[in-house]
C-alpha cells in the first residue's frame, strides 16, 4: 500500500467520521431534549436519505470532474453542517446537519472509490485497493463516536451538558477540513473520452448489462442481510436476557471481524475470485442465518456473528472490483451512484420492513426468510464467473 493511497484512506476516514460522530451525539441530544422515538428514528433516516438522491449526480459529476473539486464541495457541506449544528444545537438545524453530513460522505465515497479504482492495473490491484479503502469506515465508525462520545463526557464540565454537545460538534467539523488536506495533493487523473452519444445517454441504460443488474442485485441482498444482522441481534439478544454490553459487545464483534477480513484480503488477492468470494459469502451467510435464532448463550451468537462479520465484510471489495471490471470506465462515477444509492435506499426502507416482518412472523421467521432469499441468489452472484474470468478486460491500465 502505497503513500497515495493511506492519505486517500485516511481521507475517507475523516469525513466519514464525522458523520460517524454526528449520528452518535445528535440522537442523544436531541433524546435529552425530550424527545421520542419517532423523532430519532426520523433523524437517524435523514443520514442516508440525501445519499439516496445525491448518488447519481455525484457519480455523474466525478465522471467528468475527477477527484478534487466534488470533494471540495462534500467538504464544504459536512464542514457547515456540523458547525451550524454546534451553533445552534436544536432539533431541525440537527435534522440539516444529519441531511448534509450523510450526503457529504456518500459524495465522498462516489468520488474516492472512483479514483482509486482507475489508479489501480489489472484485476489483482482492485481487488487490493478496494480491500485496503474498505477499512476506512470500519475504522471511523469507531473514531467519530469515540471522539464525539469523550466530547460530550468530559468537554461540559461546569458549562453543562449543552456544551459538551457543542464541542462535539465542533470537533466533528474540523475532520473533513483534514480530507481537504489530504486530498488536495493528490494527482488528478487524465479525463476519460466518452463514447460518441454517451454523454447523453440515461443512466439507466447502464441497467441493460445483465451482469450490472446481477451485480447490483446480489450487492443489495448482502447489504440487506447487514442490516438484518444490525436490527435483529439486539431484538434477539433482548429475548435471551442478554444485557445491553453483551448485546453491543456481540455486534462489535461483528464489526470487527469484518475488518479484519478486509486486512488480510489484500494479502490473498492474487488468489481470490470475484465470484467465488460472493458466492461462498451468500451461502455461509443463508448459513448462518438459519441457525442464530436457534442460539441461546452469548457465546454461540459472538461466535456466529463473527463468522458472519468475516462472510459479509468479504463482500464490498470483490463486488468493486467486479463493478469496475464490468462498466464501462467513463461511466465507473454512474455505475458508483447507482450501487450506493440501492444500498441507502435499502437501509432507509428496509428497518420498517423488518420491523412488519418480525411483529408477524417472529425473528426467527425474519431470519430465515432473509437466509433464504440470499441463498436463492447465490446463483446470481455464479453466474458472474465469466466476467471475472475476461482477464483482458479485467486488466486494462488506466
Not at 447502464?206 to 435483529?232: E, I
Not at 433464504?372 to 446470481?380: D, F, I, P
Amino acid at each position: 500500500m502505497n503513500a497515495a493511497l493511506v492519505r486517500l484512506i485516511a481521507a475517507y476516514v475523516c469525513v466519514h467520521a464525522c458523520m460517524a460522530g454526528i449520528r452518535l451525539a445528535a440522537p442523544l441530544l436531541v433524546l435529552g431534549q425530550g424527545y421520542g422515538a419517532l423523532p430519532v428514528g426520523f433523524l437517524l433516516a435523514l443520514f442516508a436519505l440525501t445519499q439516496v438522491f445525491l448518488a447519481l449526480p455525484a457519480g455523474r459529476y466525478a465522471d467528468r470532474h475527477g477527484l478534487r473539486r466534488p470533494v471540495i464541495y462534500a467538504v464544504v457541506a459536512a464542514v457547515l453542517g456540523a458547525a451550524l449544528a454546534a451553533a445552534f444545537p436544536v432539533y431541525p438545524v440537527l435534522c440539516f446537519a444529519a441531511l448534509a453530513t450523510g450526503g457529504a460522505t456518500g459524495v465522498a465515497s462516489i468520488v474516492l472509490q472512483r479514483h482509486v479504482g482507475r489508479v489501480a492495473e489489472g484485476a489483482t490491484q482492485l481487488k487490493q485497493v478496494f480491500s485496503w479503502l474498505a477499512i476506512g469506515p470500519a475504522v471511523s465508525n469507531f473514531f467519530g463516536p469515540f471522539c464525539a462520545g469523550l466530547m460530550i463526557d468530559h468537554a461540559g464540565g461546569t458549562a453543562g451538558a449543552l456544551f459538551g454537545y457543542r464541542a462535539a460538534f465542533a470537533l466533528m467539523a474540523l475532520l473533513p477540513i483534514a480530507t481537504w488536506l489530504l486530498v488536495r495533493t493528490a494527482q488528478e487523473l487524465p479525463p476519460v473520452h466518452e463514447a460518441a452519444g454517451d454523454s447523453r445517454a440515461p443512466v439507466w441504460d447502464l441497467l441493460l448489462d445483465p451482469m450490472l443488474r446481477r451485480l447490483l442485485l446480489v450487492n443489495w441482498a448482502l447489504s440487506s442481510c447487514w442490516d438484518v444482522h444490525t436490527f435483529v441481534v439486539p431484538i434477539l439478544g433482548h429475548e435471551r436476557g442478554l444485557s445491553a454490553s453483551v448485546i453491543g459487545t456481540i455486534l462489535g464483534a461483528f464489526a470487527i471481524a469484518a475488518a479484519v477480513v478486509r486486512v488480510v484480503m489484500p494479502m490473498l488477492a492474487e488468489r481470490l475470485r470475484e465470484w467465488a468470494v460472493i458466492t461462498g459469502a451468500m451461502l455461509a451467510t443463508a448459513a448462518l442465518f438459519a441457525v442464530y435464532p436457534l442460539l441461546s448463550t452469548a457465546w454461540t451468537m459472538g461466535m456466529v456473528s463473527v463468522l458472519l462479520g468475516l462472510s459479509l465484510g468479504s463482500v464490498q471489495p470483490m463486488v468493486m472490483s467486479t463493478l469496475h471490471q464490468i462498466t464501462p470506465e467513463h461511466r465507473h462515477g454512474e455505475a458508483l451512484g447507482l450501487r450506493l444509492m440501492s444500498i441507502n435506499a435499502s437501509s432507509v426502507l428496509m428497518p420498517m420492513l423488518f420491523g412488519a416482518l418480525s411483529s408477524l412472523i417472529g425473528v426467527a421467521g425474519l431470519f430465515w426468510i432473509v437466509g433464504a432469499l440470499v441463498g436463492s441468489g447465490s446463483r446470481a452472484a455464479w453466474l458472474l464467473k465469466p466476467v471475472a474470468l475476461a482477464t483482458p478486460a479485467a486488466d486494462k491500465t488506466p
